[in-house]
Every structure is written in C-alpha cells, then in structure tokens.
T-cell receptor, first 112, second 113 residues
Framework: DTAVSQTPKYLVTQMGNDKSIKCEQN?????MYWYKQDSKKFLKIMFS???????INETVPNRFSPKSPDKAHLNLHINSLELGDSAVYFC???????????FGPGTRLTVT | AQSVTQLGSHVSVSEGALVLLRCNYS??????LFWYVQYPNQGLQLLLK??????LVKGINGFEAEFKKSETSFHLTKPSAHMSDAAEYFC???????????FGSGTRLQVQP
C-alpha cells in the first residue's frame, strides 16, 4: 500500500484554467504539507495543515488554496493558472513528535 | 530563520570510491537535520535523520552522516559508491517550532563505472 499518494501524476493544462491536485496518506499522521519543486530542483514549503487546521502559509499567491477535508487528505486547488506555476508539487506528511516527513511521488504540472 | 547550504551542485565519483556530500545549516534553535534522496521522476525518500542523541547517524543503503554543532555541518558519507546511488540528494533542517522542512539546493551525485 502506498503511504502518501497523489493524483494526478502528470497534469498539462492551459493558462487561465483551474485545476486541483489530490493527496492522501494512510500513515495515520496528523500533519500534511505541500511543497513546490521548481525547474532547478529547489524545494520550498507552501502550506502545512495539522489536524485540518492551517498552520503554515508561506508567501504563496492566493490563487493557490489548500483544503483538508480530514486529516488523511490535503488537496491543492489552483485558480487562473500561469506559466510560472509549472513545477512539481509534492505532498508530504508527518506525525507530531517525529519530525521526519514522508513524501508522495509528486505531480508534474505543466502550464502552456 | 533557518537555512541550508549544500556545497557542490554536482559531485562525480567512481564506483567503489568514497562519497562525501556536504551540508551546512543555520538555525537559531537546536535543529533537526535530514538527508533525502530523489531518484529521477520520483518523490523524496528519507535516507537518515538527526534529532537528538548520538551525533553519528546511520541511514539506509550504507549512508551515514555526522552532526557537528561547532561546524554547523551535517555531511553525508558512504564508504563505497554503487551505480545505484546516482541521484539527487537534499539536506534539510527543521525544528520543534517550525515543522516544515527547509531544503538545501541539492547535490546531484554521478557514479562513474
């Protein structure tokens, strides 16, 4: 069983569209994250949720909106997509008291 | 604020040679330190972590790292490189207050036959 899963793995869309990426973890963790990896492989935190509560919201355009329906799911919705949003988006999870994070396989978003 | 510096964006070694990937961190509080590996088109896999206790940490696939507070370093080593070790390696830092990871810029390891 996959610990942290993301769908879709690849997403190609046009500028101006709205898209969502879904993430699920079956590890029983209480905290989930979204990271963005740019074309130079640099990874940066975007959001973090703990038990469905937003705890980290980095300097991310408000076109990006995370939603956590329960502590096992954290989805990322992106409005009005721009060329600069093209990247690989990784979901991760961790448990309070243990700082290591477990990552999903990533979603490669290409905006044309 | 926390930061991580990985010296050398590309490292090339021969198969069987020592692997040394350098990582220096900056943190105003006691850090938690991690090394992750990313194979092409895959997610990040945890290699090893330092939280508290023993400063020499052993991880998977024969890798280990030593936490040196005086040098603010957490270098990753492996005595003998294998072709399958070719990948991108990321050093990362977090702490109890800010649980999100701050990553270094990554080091691509090439292993020559």
């Amino acid at each position: 069983d996959t610990a942290v899963s993301q769908t879709p793995k690849y997403l190609v869309t046009q500028m101006g569209n709205d898209k969502s990426i879904k993430c699920e973890q079956n590890l029983g963790h209480d905290t989930m994250y979204w990271y963005k990896q740019d074309s130079k492989k640099f990874l940066k935190i975007m959001f973090s949720y703990n038990n469905k509560e937003l705890i980290i919201n980095e300097t991310v355009p408000n076109r990006f909106s995370p939603k956590s329906p329960d502590k096992a799911h954290l989805n990322l919705h992106i409005n009005s997509l721009e060329l600069g949003d093209s990247a690989v988006y990784f979901c991760a999870s961790s448990q309070q008291g243990a700082n290591e994070q477990y990552f999903g396989p990533g979603t490669r978003l290409t905006v044309t | 604020a926390q930061s991580v510096t990985q010296l050398g964006s590309h490292v090339s070694v021969s198969e069987g040679a020592l692997v040394l990937l350098r990582c220096n961190y900056s943190s105003s509080v006691p850090p938690y330190l991690f090394w992750y590996v990313q194979y092409p088109n895959q997610g990040l896999q945890l290699l090893l972590k330092y939280t508290t206790g023993a400063t020499l940490v052993k991880g998977i696939n024969g890798f280990e790292a030593e936490f040196k507070k005086s040098e603010t370093s957490f270098h990753l080593t492996k005595p003998s490189a294998h072709m399958s070790d070719a990948a991108e390696y990321f050093c990362a830092v977090s702490d109890t207050g800010r649980r999100a990871l701050t990553f270094g810029s990554g080091t691509r390891l090439q292993v020559q036959p």
